[in-house]
């Protein structure tokens, strides 16, 4: 099992001098893997290639970049570049998000199939990265050329001018329902679930028999090395309390859809009654212990090594950690060895 640096999208302060020089004692450490996100904020690609051009080892992913911030041809063009300049570095981690951001924040349809537009977007982008051909699609959500009723009718197929470094650049994908997990499976190199219990594996089993060789499974986990178990959660529940209140709708929560499937029902309703009703300190306080330390490594280094491995028993290739500190990264790395 690979470990890789989880350093998420920027908070309200903009960006943490300090993240470089985590990935830096990452790189040094040996782990695999860096990865940046965004949500509403910062955008995954620029930081990234900010470390990219501190790091020379380390392989470069977006966990995860945003399909509805932009076209399939301009996430591409971001992938092929960063890919040169990083000597082959990129991973590619893409998300379709939820109806709130999709719409909220960049003001475009949810997609009423969004196994379907998940599957154009990755078709182009591949299309993109191969170069065999000028692109071309005959899509619902991502038609090449463009034949709308507005069209001018002028459109016509193109190749990018640039040869891209890696054709078969990898592409992964945020997949949390057991459809698009399935077909994660499918059409991606790999998935990047949002929350992995390595209690509970079994269900995913079905979906990951089916994976080719070489398949990533890469969940991200936050990690601290601490005394104190519960202090050591309380990040971890405030992010779950975010995510599953505030990230969704009432109506349309994916990632409190998820939580309950794990088990956890009646705990996910009450998190997002509270944080709906604008009671943050309470949803946070709501979230079980028990579903928060399933999903993170805390505590004492003892603890800690006998957690990950649990991790490492699994089918997890890449364990991606969101530490605060570099002992907890140097813990990690020496219990991986």
């Keep these: 099992m690979r470990l890789g640096l989880a350093l998420g999208y920027w908070g ?19 782990y695999d893997s860096v990865w940046t996100a965004e949500a509403w904020g910062s955008d995954a ?34 992938a092929l570049t960063l890919d040169h ?16 951001v999709v719409e909220g924040w960049y003001g475009r349809p949810f997609p009423e199939s969004p196994l379907t537009a ?13 170069r065999a051909a000028p692109v071309t699609l005959d899509g619902r959500y991502h038609p090449l050329p463009y034949r709308g009723p507005d069209a001018t009718g002028l459109g016509r197929p ?10 078969g650049l990898p592409v992964l994908l945020g997949a949390e329902g057991p459809r698009n997990i399935a077909q994660t499976v499918r059409i991606a190199d790999g998935w990047l679930p949002l929350y992995w219990s390595p209690l509970r594996t079994e269900l995913y089993t079905a979906a990951l028999a ?9 969940p991200l986990a936050q990690a601290r090395l601490c005394s104190d178990v519960a202090e050591g959660l309380r990040p971890v529940k405030a992010m779950l309390g975010f995510y599953i209140g505030g990230m969704g709708h009432a109506r349309r ?17 009450r998190v997002r009654e509270l944080f709906l009703a604008g009671r943050r300190e309470e949803a946070v306080a709501a979230v079980p212990d028990d ?14 090594a006998e957690r990950l491995a649990l991790w490492r028993a699994g089918p997890v290739t890449d364990l991606l950690v969101t530490a605060p500190d570099t002992a907890t990264l140097r813990v990690l790395a020496e219990l991986n060895a």
């Design 12 to 30: 309200r302060g903009g960006p943490d001098p300090g993240r470089l020089s985590l990935a830096l004692e990452a790189e040094r450490l040996g």
């Design 45 to 78: 690609f620029t930081a990234l290639t900010w470390i990219a051009a501190h790091t020379r080892r380390l392989r470069l992913g977006t966990a995860v970049a945003q399909m509805a911030a932009r076209t399939p041809t301009a996430t591409a063009m971001h």
């Design 85 to 100: 300049l990083s000597g082959g570095r990129l991973l590619l981690g893409l998300g379709l998000s939820g109806p709130q």
């Design 118 to 130: 998940t599957r154009e977007y990755v078709d182009v982008v591949r299309q993109v990265l191969r």
């Design 158 to 167: 193109l190749k990018s001018i640039v040869h891209p470094l890696r054709p």
């Design 210 to 218: 089916a994976a080719p060789e070489g398949f990533m499974v890469a």
């Design 253 to 269: 929560n994916f990632h409190a859809e998820l939580m309950a499937r794990m088990g956890f029902a009646d705990a996910a309703r």
């Design 291 to 304: 579903f928060a330390d399933e999903i993170s490594l805390v505590g004492p280094r003892e603890r800690i």
